[in-house]
């Protein structure tokens, strides 16, 4: 079951990073671009935190009591959930800049089509 | 442990949030913008070389304090080796590829804030959280880390872009921004593949975990990284598919702001390529597809080069084929090969900073940029149009310049490697690389002055006239004295092989 939960993460991952290059790729939307494109980060984000999971694992804080032998042994791999935290403040600020940049280019063109601002 | 390896990287970062806090404040902003930069090449000078941990901590085999702390199942085990925090390696190679982004950050920041009438704040900002992060990236020994300073990077190229107010200038931006939100997830995608099989982010622990087998090299897992990390490598330096997107961001940045944008492709190319070559070199057929890449890179640009009438175009496609020399060099995989890559980025990342400058002053005089409706600039502007001239050979690789020196390296590298058809073509493409560069430089500088050309300003900033000549004795002198750099490139390229 709680392998079974880990895969459907990693599957989930895989679609979401599938869904977001279509997206990105094939909608003329830019607003439905952009969706697409926090789709691949999430995506990516969701894959790693899924690595980091340790089946019958333990939550990687220390508590009071505890033998280090079995913190080493049982505890989850916190560094996939530290790195995750990092790509997700890169992936918010770069969403935004993007979002910012729509913004100016409806005003210039009165329109989100990226056929029509991006030419193709 | 050395504190000054951190400061490489934390002064740029400082003074970019405090110029970026002083906006509007033209004077103070001129003189802190002004004395930061030139630190940036003196910094690395008194750097000694070693590592710098951030964590304080070293491995516990190396801090036996630690260690005592720690169970016997992780000291007897392999993480008894294995750095516990983010590394930043420092070595002669490394030293001499931060002095030249230091000297080129420099001139080009100078540059900036002589022509722009009102420095600004925000994009002085911009160029100084580049270099931090360029800087950060030739440090790192830490894949991940790499992976935030190549956004941060990104993300201050678009603002580059944006802060221009070249016309199509937000279109590029975007599109720059979608590609990279493609191609950057894809990478961190990689990254946590290699994590997934090594548990590691360490570059230099993930490279001894599959030399010495406690990992096996041949799990299909990592061909899978090696290709996402490759994607994430293209992307990050322009070459094929992306040297079109590259080009375009090149050519909508002001002169000073492609200076810099084309070190951080140089860079990252060298950075990443270690990177790719440190932990994936055993894959058969990655050298191959380096070199092959590299080609295409160098092919594509230079014949689009020749098709372009916008003469920032014409350099930006000039400067990603250019690239494909240093992709070459590591391609080839000898020690000797990789030396003249790493020299030829060096020499690239100047030539083109000179180059763009160079041809800057035209956009700066005359806020034209089409060829077709440039001409007679010489009789105004003759010392500029030497400086310039003299650029355009350093790229061809004219001797006693620069650039001829890597070339011939990398020539001779070809030759040792069996590959005679790849030095031929290197030569054709130097060639065709001096006739596009020709082209251009005719239709600016030799060419009857049309009419219609007005010139809006009429005098060339000293402190532009200075960054050429600066620019044309490094020139002068690595191409007279190339062991400045080889013999620091070398150990480098000997520690991979």
């Known amino acids: 079951m709680i392998i079974g939960s880990q895969l459907a993460s990693f599957f989930t991952a895989g679609a979401l990073i599938i869904i977001g290059i279509y997206a990105a790729l094939f909608l003329d939307n830019l607003i439905k671009k952009v969706i697409g494109l926090a789709f691949i980060g999430d995506g990516a984000n969701l894959f790693i935190i899924t690595m980091g999971y340790k089946l019958n694992g333990i939550v990687y804080i220390f508590l009071p ?14 560094l996939p959930f530290a790195l995750v935290l990092t790509s997700i403040v890169i992936g918010a600020s770069t969403l935004a800049v993007m979002l910012g940049l729509i913004i100016l280019l409806y005003k210039k063109y009165g329109s989100i089509k990226a056929s029509k601002i991006l030419g193709e | 442990m050395n504190p000054l390896i951190a400061l490489l990287v934390i002064v740029p970062i400082t003074c970019a949030l405090l110029l970026n806090l002083l906006h509007n404040k033209d004077r103070t902003i001129k003189i802190i913008a002004t004395i930061i930069a030139i630190f940036l090449p003196i910094i690395p000078l008194f750097t000694s ?41 420092f070595g002669s190679a490394q030293q001499v590829l931060l002095i030249v982004l230091g000297i080129i950050a420099f001139l080009a920041i100078i540059t900036s804030l002589n022509e ?32 935030v300073f190549f956004e941060i990077a990104a993300i201050a190229q678009v603002g580059i872009i944006i802060a221009s107010k070249i016309k199509g200038n937000y279109e590029t931006a975007l599109k720059y921004m979608i ?8 990478f ?18 993930i490279a001894y975990s599959l030399k010495t087998g406690i990992i096996n090299p041949q799990n299909p897992v990592l061909l899978m990284a090696c290709g996402l990390i490759i994607f994430g490598w293209l992307y990050g330096t322009g070459l094929p598919p992306f040297h079109t997107i590259k080009s375009a961001v090149y050519s909508k940045a002001l002169p000073h702001g492609a200076a810099l944008l084309q070190a951080f492709s140089v860079f990252i190319l060298v950075a990443l390529g270690i990177v790719i070559f440190r932990i994936f070199s055993y894959i058969p057929f990655s050298k191959t597809f380096i070199i092959a890449i590299s080609l295409a890179a160098m092919i594509l640009s230079i014949t689009m080069a020749l098709m372009q009438t916008d003469f920032k175009r014409i350099i930006a496609f000039l400067a990603v084929g250019e690239l494909g020399y240093i992709g070459i060099g590591i391609g080839l995989g000898t020690a000797y090969s990789i030396t003249a890559g790493l020299f030829q980025a060096v020499n690239e990342a100047i030539i083109t900073a000179f180059l763009f400058i160079g041809f800057g002053t035209i956009m700066y005089l005359t806020k034209e940029t089409d060829i077709k409706k440039l001409g007679g600039m010489m009789i105004h502007y003759p010392k500029a149009a030497l400086l310039v001239l003299l650029a355009g050979l350093a790229m061809a690789g004219v001797p006693p310049l620069n650039a001829f020196q890597s070339k011939f390296m990398l020539i001779q590298s070809s030759l040792n490697a069996g590959i005679p058809e790849l030095g031929i073509i290197m030569i054709l493409l130097s060639i065709v690389t001096f006739m596009t560069f020709m082209k251009a430089f005719y239709a600016i500088y030799m060419r009857p002055e049309p009419k219609e050309l007005k010139i809006n300003v009429s005098k060339i900033p000293k402190a532009t006239i200075f960054s050429l000549v600066v620019f044309l004795i490094i020139c002068l002198v690595l191409g007279l004295f190339p062991q400045i750099a080889t013999n620091a490139l070398q150990p480098l390229a000997n520690s991979l092989i």
Not at chain 2, 188 to 205: E, K, P, W
């Open chain 2, 179 to 186: 590609l990279g939100s493609i191609a950057s997830p894809l």
């Open chain 2, 49 to 89: 070389y070693g590592l710098h941990y951030f964590g304080a901590y070293s491995t516990l085999a190396q801090s036996p304090t630690l260690a005592q702390w720690v169970p016997s199942t992780i000291t007897n085990s392999v993480l008894n080796l294995y750095h516990m925090g983010i590394v930043y390696s």
């Open chain 1, 65 to 78: 009591g505890m033998s280090i032998d079995f913190f080493a042994q049982n505890a989850s791999y916190p």
């Open chain 2, 188 to 205: 961190l995608v990689g990254i946590a593949l290699l994590l997934g099989i090594t548990g590691n982010v360490n570059i230099t622990d």
């Open chain 2, 116 to 147: 722009i009438k009102r420095p600004s704040g925000v994009y002085a900002f911009l160029m100084f959280m580049l270099v931090a992060a360029v800087s950060a990236i030739i440090l790192s020994d830490d894949i991940f880390n790499l992976y």
